[in-house]
């Protein structure tokens, strides 16, 4: 089977470089490897979401759904005294982040685990997410049922979308299921969209 990045256990050799970027105004040096999303740089569209949104403050507990190495997981506990919930179904994703997050000196904070590995009573501030398009309409929308269902009352959730990618079905689709979504940004071809709980 081809070695997507979106593999359970990628097959590929682990082979490891390292990504600058820059988020909300500070640097960071993330760990990346073979096997793993946007291993050459930081996303375009993550770049999109972390530049059109105000970083968050205060404390709280976040879950960054679809982590991959853990840009954003890692940013967020930075940026504020959170506990930030780090989800992927890619392993190697997932120890990327907890790489990350000790080189940015926030592992007590960011928890990189599996889906079925969040507790059951947990639920969320706000959710943060490039989510993973390339699942199919059905699996993307499971997956997003799922993690809405979590969110605390009052709770967010921010997402990046390819506008080509359906950003704006995806729009129309969150506000249908009751989680009323506006674009809150556009840029280089992404929408950024903004849900709340009902
Ligand atoms: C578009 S990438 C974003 C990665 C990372 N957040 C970033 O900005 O670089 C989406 C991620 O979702 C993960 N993914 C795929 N299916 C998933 C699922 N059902 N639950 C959680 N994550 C999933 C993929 O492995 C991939 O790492």
Redesign the pocket.
């Given at each position: 089977m081809a070695d997507h990045?979106?593999s359970a256990e990628p097959g590929s050799a682990d082979v490891r470089r390292t990504v600058e970027a820059r988020i909300w105004g500070k640097p960071y040096t993330f760990t990346t490897a073979t096997g793993?999303?946007?291993r050459d740089r930081l996303?375009i569209g993550?770049a999109v979401l972390l530049r059109e949104v105000e970083p968050p403050t205060g404390s709280g507990t976040f879950l960054?759904?679809?982590?991959?190495?853990g840009?954003?997981a890692c940013a967020l506990a930075v940026e504020t005294d959170a506990t930030v919930w780090a989800?992927?179904?890619?392993t190697r994703?997932l120890e990327l982040t907890g790489v990350n997050a000790k080189a940015a000196g926030v592992a007590d904070r960011v928890h990189a685990v599996l889906?079925d590995g969040v507790p059951d009573e947990l639920r969320f501030d706000a959710i943060w997410s490039?989510?993973?398009i390339h699942?199919g309409k059905p699996?993307l929308h499971k997956?997003l049922l799922r993690w809405l269902a979590r969110l605390a009352p009052g709770g967010d959730a921010w997402l990046v979308v390819g506008k080509n990618l359906g950003g704006d079905s995806l729009q129309r689709w969150m506000t249908d299921q009751g989680y009323p979504c506006e674009r809150v940004g556009s840029a280089k071809g992404f929408r950024v969209l903004h849900a709340t709980t009902p």
């Open positions: 990045y979106f793993v999303f946007s996303d993550t960054d759904l679809g982590c991959g190495y840009p954003i989800v992927d179904v890619n994703a889906p490039n989510p993973a699942i699996e997956m």
